[in-house]
């Protein structure tokens, strides 16, 4: 057997011809643009009627549920609602292409390993069970029955159940994750990597603190009443791209909208709607940021320090003339705690700091304050730009400080709106997907069950790496996902799943993570979202929950893959038993019919009282949600003014260092790479590219197009080894001091403790780093 290389895939070669690759791209997002790109995508699937007939049903009242992002839809009862994101998504699940038991025959691991992500997943749709020959170094098809036995075999092998990790993604339904933490839970771990836990994650952590839920409060509605919004280090355009239709009703009412992102995100200036004729036939785009902030990357504790200080002054100040000040000073007294820490924290906030730190003047955090003062309701809505730092838990208490300061929290027309990337990541973790289990999940388990689940914490993303890494853990199962490649530190992350004894994915296209192969390895295809789910029940639906807390259901119509798939609460339920042979759960009866998994749900979690008839009414239901309500699930019964360190996660920026976010290009879903184009960046045909300022460049005696080496650093500026070489460099208007690239190009930048030490999240968006002419490389380098 050959031994597979251990290092990091390459980024594809680069097009000779510069120009042809990086042009400006002038229009607005949206538009013919949009269309053309979705007639591309059907094509390139060869998927034509299987496509069109999917993306009929998409967000329908009796569709399914869009895989491609989280964002809610009005009452999902709408008229097809164009998506070119969402189109791309249903598209490459639809695809005609199959990745068969031939195709695996023809092709090693080794060899497979030297493709690139695009071409892999490209293949099309995993169609059979397939177990790992290491003689051969291949996939070899085999029984759904036998590859059962064997992962139960190995399962209760191992010495402990704690040294199993099992890793959800977040496609997977309500349904789905609530069997498999049962599972688990019954298997005797809680050692549940979540890809939340490198997205989210201090969301999860950070608001429960703060108004205590970790969610979302706001429903779609509200943006109907918001006096303004905030987008803050999130990209619509590409990422949701449906929330553009609503801030194009937000502008067109006059709201501002105001944006604070280091880079400039074309879907977040101005947006063609492919669902208004007239837009689409005169071009005339609407805008969409009122303001447009450009903050250092990482900048966002001081802006929002220096936004909550300019208001406590500006409060003060209109106080001494005799008026009632900025802030809610009723709800304040009535609903929180801690403001008065918060308030000598800010004065003890110098405004020279926070213009260095937030690379804003001033000025400029004057003027999105006084935005935010004068709206008397406001939404703030953030993404990846916020929660991916070392202090990302901080960054997202510091926006609900802001917003509790003026109570826009719990009322119509205001409160806070984390994105939630995969479109059911918030429900995995509302049935029961979190390596911390509260009492309350632990008793509704036993109550409903009869066995006693595990009380003791387990592993988060980073933490199972480590225990794999550290042999600690010897098994890895995954629901889903790309875990390998999407994790930071792919020097460390790949060879340490090489030493795994038992490695399963269940996952309906072939990735990475999957060629990484244990002593024994298992490849379970499963049906996708588009596809119809027939149980001895007869056809099923499955739920979902959006950002907005929105629980609906999802049925797909398309003829399977392949006969042989299986749905992913059966395949769940199928390892299930084979693992536990004195289950005290019928795993069976479950899976004939959902309708039984979501009243088991529902004896768990009473917050889903009355799930499946509330599920069947048209757009589904709202999950409670108490900070909504104004009621504050925390310790006290209140909401909580939290402070945060200083005004930067790097103590000061040493000279010449510049901070690296890696972000999304517009072709591609996480690790799922469509296409080599980021349309509205300007990028077509490559990923290999570092987005620079253009003075950044010059002072280093750079220009644009020059092939250069990006090299990481500790905090204080010291290079730690870890390098990207010979991308090319781009001059962008991102904002000084700052640098982009594309994950998961980036993720050999980050150590696996590089994150944030509240929530675990990987700094993803907060990497120190040098830039330097391409230095030629050293013989058996690279
Ligand atoms: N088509 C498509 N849709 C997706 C996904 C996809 O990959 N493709 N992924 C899904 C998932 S899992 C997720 S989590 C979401 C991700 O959605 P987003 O949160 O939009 O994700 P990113 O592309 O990582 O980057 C977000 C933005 O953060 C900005 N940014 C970077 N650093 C900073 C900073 O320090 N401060 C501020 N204020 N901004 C910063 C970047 O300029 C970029 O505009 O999208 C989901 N939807
Ligand atoms: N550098 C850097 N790294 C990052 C990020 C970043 O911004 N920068 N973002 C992070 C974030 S926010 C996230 S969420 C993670 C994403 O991490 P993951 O969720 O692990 O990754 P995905 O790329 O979404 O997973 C893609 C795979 O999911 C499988 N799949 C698709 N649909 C289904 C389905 O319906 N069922 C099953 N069982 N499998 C399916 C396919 O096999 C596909 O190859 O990456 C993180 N990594
Ligand atoms: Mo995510």
Known sequence: MKTPPQDPPKAPPPEADFDKTVRPYEGPAGGWGALRAVAGA???QMAVPRSMEALHRVNQPVGFDCPGCAWPDPSHTSSFEFCENGAKAVTWEATSRRTTPDFFARHTLSELWQWNDHDLENEGR??????YDPAQDKYLPILWEEAAERIGDALRALPDPTMAEFYTSGRASNEAAFLYQ??????????FPDCSNMCHEATSVGLPESIGVGKGTVTLEDFEHADAVFCIGHNPGTNH??????????????APIVVINPMPERGLERFVSPQDPAEMLTGHAVRIASTYFKPRIGGDLAVLKGMMKWLLEADAADLA???EGLLDRAFIAEHTRGFEALAADLRASDWDGIERHSGLSRDDIAGAASIYARAERVIVCYGMGITQHRHGTENVQQLANLLLLRGNIGRPGAGICPLRGHSNVQGDRTVGITEKPSAALLDGIRRTYGFEPPAAHGHDAVAAVQAIAEGRSKALLCLGGNLAVAMSDPQATFPAMRKLDLAVHIATKLNRSHLIPARQAFLLPCLGRTELDVQAGGPQSVTVEDSMSMVHASQGRLKPASEHLRSEPAIVALLARATLPDSKVDWEEMVEDYD??????EAVFPIFAGYNDRVREPGGFRLDNAASRRHWNTADGKAHFLLARGLDEDPAAADGLLRLATVRSHDQYNTTIYGM???YRGIHGRRDVVFVNPDDLAERGLKEGDRIDVQACDPLGAANGRSVRGYVA?????????VAMYYPEGNGLLALDDRDPRSGTPGYKSVPVRLSASAPQAAGEG
């Open 42 to 44: 059907i094509r390139g």
């Open 126 to 131: 995993l169609t059979h069970p397939m177990v």
């Open 182 to 191: 049962l599972f688990v839970r019954e298997y005797g771990c809680n050692n």
């Open 241 to 254: 791209p449906r929330m553009l239709g609503t801030l194009r009703e937000v502008s067109l009412r006059g």
């Open 321 to 323: 003339k005799g008026g």
């Open 596 to 601: 039984r998994i979501r009243a088991d749900i």
């Open 677 to 679: 184009n980021d349309r």
């Open 730 to 738: 781009v001059a962008f208007a991102i904002s000084r001091g700052s």
